[in-house]
């Protein structure tokens, strides 16, 4: 998977990818299930956390309601990926998910929010590796 923009929200994640092989809905399965357990693992052993049991309860309530889980759930399964099919579609998406911080009142320039690709496309150098579009 290439990785063209990111951005982390406290309730959501967006992502602009690419599959290198294969169809991008088995990549986004992958992501999520890789995903899902590697922060469910950090949930359940990061003692400090105050809201640990509460999060964990969330995804166990969340999972019980649903016969594909087995235990806990911590994405949406209802959400599917795009395709995006011209250049002007993708400069539109990236500047939407870029300014998804801004317009929710946590910052007022995208290129200051840490879990964004935003700053690499302001010059600067982002927390993640990306490919730029």
Known sequence: MEIYCWCIMPSHVHLIFRAKNGDPGE???????????????????????????????????????????????????????????????????VEYIHNNPVASGFITEAHHWKYSSAADYSGGKGVMDIDLV
């Open 27 to 93: 990549v986004l399965k992958s992501f999520k299930t890789f995903t899902s357990k590697a922060l469910q693992k950090q949930i359940e052993e990061n003692i400090q956390e105050s809201r640990k049991d509460w999060m964990l309860s969330l995804m166990e309530q969340a999972g019980a309601t649903n016969s594909n889980v087995k235990n806990r759930q911590f994405w949406q399964q209802n959400n599917k990926p795009i395709e995006l099919w011209s250049a002007d579609v993708i400069d539109q998406k």
